[in-house]
């Protein structure tokens, strides 16, 4: 759309929303000029780098977003799967694509913590973080205990077979039903219920790593557990993998 047909357009859909008294879309542009009016106004004096002129700028794609940000961003993607068994991400510095974070709590020393790292938070920096390089894990400079009634991981192998990539299949370990679900290769396992009802969810379609619940077409990201269909729905509880020697091995007692 041309810039003069858009402001034309505007103009007419402000003059129709004043004579419907839309007083929620009056308000929404009225906001609009709020963000936008400081923003530009600081832009047109050259102070591109003030905070509000960089987040406008960023808005639009038309100004660097810092490292920092982008990294934070791509690791709270990851985060809800570490915290589901007691650990703690945090990031220690951005240096040139190489990103530094301690994995803390009960994920310190943890089977499963080289595993969670190397899949889950790689996966999420190479996705999200263009530059990134390399993931560098370092011991956390003070101990952090798990909070009171968070267990410690306890693995425990399981005959999880040939599944072959994009494939599913449901263990049961401990009277736990578990669905297992092939990534690229990576095998990934979640509590087996869709979070809507608890139907089992392994007659479900596997499209890269969104699983589509078979009974109401809800979708899950099995690397995380989260919503992939952008409701504000609750996810699926994600159960930790660890492995060792070729086997696979869950730790149901913390998911």
């Known amino acids: 759309m041309e810039f003069d047909e858009a402001v034309a357009r505007l103009d007419a859909l402000v003059e129709q929303l004043e004579r419907e008294g839309d007083q929620r879309a009056l308000e929404l542009l009225q906001l609009v000029d709020a963000i936008h ?19 406008l700028l960023a808005m639009y794609d038309l100004g660097p977003v810092d490292d920092v940000v982008l990294v934070e961003e791509a690791l709270d993607h990851v985060r809800p799967y570490v915290e589901s068994h007691g650990g703690r991400l945090d990031l220690l510095g951005v240096d040139d694509g190489v990103v530094r974070v301690t994995l803390s709590g009960a994920c310190d020393g943890c089977a499963g913590s080289e595993v969670t790292l190397r899949r889950g938070v790689e996966e999420a920096l190479r996705e999200r973080y263009p530059a990134f390089r390399e993931l560098v894990a370092e011991e956390p400079k003070v101990v952090v205990l798990p909070l009171a009634g968070v267990r410690r991981p306890s693995f425990q192998e399981i005959q999880a077979g040939a599944l072959e990539p994009g494939g599913l299949r449901a263990v049961d370990v401990d009277g736990v039903s578990v669905l297992l679900a092939n990534v690229e290769g990576e095998i990934y396992a979640l509590r087996n219920g869709c979070a ?21 077409n809800c979708a899950y990201d099995v690397r995380t557990g989260r919503r992939a269909d952008d409701s504000p729905d609750p996810g699926l509880t994600p159960v930790p993998v660890a492995l060792r020697e070729g086997s696979v091995q869950v730790a149901v007692n913390v998911a």
């Open 37 to 55: 009016r400081p923003a530009l106004a600081l832009i047109v004096d050259g102070n591109r780098d003030h905070p509000v002129a960089r987040a």
């Open 196 to 216: 809507v009802d608890g139907l089992a969810l392994e007659g479900g379609r596997l499209v890269g790593s969104v699983l589509v619940c078979p009974w109401h």
